[in-house]
């Protein structure tokens, strides 16, 4: 088995498409739109390129071709691109594998050191725009270098056996990330961030500690929400999550981080049209701005894979509205009551 990073001279060259969708390939890939054989089918990439190597039909499912490619450089990518190309090897670290591609795809907490191989590989789940693009260790590995995607895997893929068996050593690329999400774990832990579940409509209401927001943690301007404890806390099929912040709440609405993808254990979610939620919520913004201009709107939003609606500002960021949790849960629980559901996909991961 060889890899290349795939590219549009690979187009009409028959290939094994692991974790992404390319043309002219057979799919181990849990990608919307994807023909992964149904016998080794899985929640994440990385465990269906754990089925296939195990399978004794490996050579009928992959027809003989040697050649494997991926459009994108995640840490379930890396890792189901290298299980294939290990073969048998790989299955000694079965739940290892897992438990970073989950952590890396999904936001999951399946163990501590599956986490933290994926801010090793990946990045943090919260990540700083500019500051923390690209993958941690391909940036150290590359040193002065550029390190794009397809360098990336070329720097990434001998390193993998190590970081999934000794994390350890490589704790100077994880330890401030982890110590984030460490803290945001915590602060639910001892009940300074809160769930409260709404099972009738199946929505989560969490409220985020303001100590998260400190010169050392989370920044509601500058890193995305904790992903890793929420979705460690949180069970619903819609999350509301409340972002403490100067003079209000700072809002986003999104559905559970595995939800972009296709799965097999993991419930499909259905996905629904909120824009009369988000003109009554701007209605209301309005009201309680007593007639002059409210700081932000509440705007439909997809560019995050999860992302349904925000609270933003003229610039597109994060801005602290007047209404409160409860008023903007209620809003919404009647609105799930009454939304019809909608075809509206999502923004494509890996």
């Known amino acids: 088995m060889r890899f290349e990073f795939y590219n549009s001279g690979l187009e009409n060259v028959p290939k094994l498409s692991v974790d992404g969708t390319v043309p002219n390939s057979i799919h181990f890939s849990h990608w919307e739109g994807n023909r992964t054989p149904l016998s080794v089918k899985a929640d994440t990439s990385t465990e269906i390129a754990l089925n296939l ?41 079965r739940e290892r594998l897992i438990a970073a ?34 993958s941690p260790l ?45 803290a945001a774990l915590e602060s639910f832990a001892r009940g300074d961030s809160r769930v409260e579940e709404d099972e009738a409509t199946g929505l989560s209401l969490i409220t985020l500690a303001p100590g998260l927001y400190g010169s050392q943690g989370f920044s509601p301007t500058r890193h995305a929400a904790p992903f890793t404890a929420i979705s460690s806390n949180a069970r619903g099929r819609v999350f509301l999550i409340a972002l403490p912040m100067m003079n209000g ?9 595995y939800s972009w993808a296709e799965t097999t254990v993991r419930p499909q979610i259905e996905r629904r049209d909120f824009t009369q939620l988000v003109a009554r919520l701007n209605e209301l913004e309005q009201r309680d701005a007593n007639g002059s201009s409210a700081p932000g709107r509440w705007t439909l939003d ?20 007047k209404l409160t949790p409860e008023v903007v849960a209620d809003e919404i629980r009647a609105e799930l009551k009454t939304a019809d559901v909608v075809n509206v996909g999502a923004a494509q991961g890996g």
């Not at 590989?121 to 919260?126: L, N, V, Y």
């Not at 709440?249 to 981080?257: A, K, L, S």
């Open 53 to 93: 190597v195990a399978s004794p039909e490996r050579e009928r499912l992959t027809e003989g071709i040697d050649l494997v490619t991926n459009n994108h450089f995640d840490t379930d990518g890396v890792l189901s691109v290298w299980t294939v190309l290990a073969g048998t090897r790989a299955l000694e670290l």
């Open 101 to 134: 591609a989950e952590a890396g795809d999904f936001s999951e907490y399946s163990s501590k050191d599956g986490v933290r191989a994926s801010i090793v590989i990946q990045g943090s789940d919260a990540a700083i725009p500019g500051e923390d693009a690209g």
């Open 138 to 182: 391909a940036r150290h590995l590359a040193g002065k270098e550029e390190a794009d995607e397809a360098r990336s895997y070329e720097l990434v893929l001998p390193e993998v056996e190590r970081v999934i068996t000794r994390i350890g050593d490589y704790e100077f690329l994880w330890r401030d990330v982890w110590q984030r999400i460490e």
């Open 249 to 257: 709440w700072g809002y986003r609405i999104d559905y559970p981080y």
């Open 302 to 321: 997809r560019s995050e894979m999860t992302s349904a609606v925000k609270f933003l500002d003229r610039t597109a960021m994060p801005s602290a509205s």
